[in-house]
């Protein structure tokens, strides 16, 4: 579960290139602010990894997924920069050194669904922040509107990086008790209009309400923290679906 495949790391990259320019000026602003050592964990393919250490930032990263670290360090090649990076897991990660900046963008730390590893994972974050860094969550809440749910979706894009197109299949429910939203994924690769390749997916995401996680930090132990509005310094309004947590020890 939550594994990217190679496909699905292929189709993430062709479907989510780069940040857009308010996510990056966002997470640089607040980078360049707290001016040392960032970390970004659950870095994935590097799509804001990279584009930070373009920007003259020492970044380091961690992911489970060999196959997104793969592709991660084939991209920053072509620019010239080798990244710190290893394979890790959120709830287990160590480094010798502490960070003046983590952040989780796209909503990943949603990934974990247990309330065990939840709490293990902030404990992690938590030692590794400077006693002046700050911790950035994109979160995605519960007033998200599942729109797909036991809708059979599908989907057709040109690839980049092989020949043939994707087909997408996808199917979302989601558990109302547990506020878990989650999708089954068929990706194929399609040559004159026949599968030749397909792999399977499942992806299970977390949703808060903000309150709620906000106890949840605060039970983790972080003093100074403040719910803002996507890529804004404002408070987020009602209707926000995503909001980011900035979170100070
Ligand atoms: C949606 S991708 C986001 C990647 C990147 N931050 C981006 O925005 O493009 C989520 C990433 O989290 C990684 N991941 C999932 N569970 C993880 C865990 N427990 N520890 C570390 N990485 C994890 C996945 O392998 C994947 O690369």
Partial sequence: MNEYPGLCVE???????SPSKEELKFYLGYAKKAGGAVLEPMCGSGRFLIPLMVHG??????????VMLKACRRKARRQGL???????????????????MIFIPAGSFCFLLEDAAVHRALKRLYDHLDQQGVLLLEIETTRIKV?????RQEARFDRQEGPGR??????????????????????SVLIDGRAVQTEKAVFSL?????????????????????IKKRYSYDEPAKSNEVVIFECRR
Wanted: glycine letters at 4%; proline letters at 4%; charged letters at 30%.
């Fill in 147 to 151: 729109k797909s749910i036991n809708k």
């Fill in 11 to 17: 189709l993430y990259d062709l479907l989510h290139p």
């Fill in 166 to 187: 994707f087909l997408t299949r996808m199917t979302a429910d989601y558990d109302q008790q547990a506020n878990i939203w989650r999708s089954s994924m068929e990706i």
């Fill in 82 to 100: 080798s990244p710190d990076l290893k394979k890790a897991g959120i709830e287990r990660f160590r480094y010798d050194r502490k960070f003046t």
């Fill in 206 to 226: 977390r949703l808060y309400d903000p309150m709620a996680f906000h106890g949840i930090l605060k039970e983790r132990g972080f003093k100074s923290i403040k």
């Fill in 57 to 66: 930032l020492d970044v380091s990263g961690f992911d489970t997924s060999e």
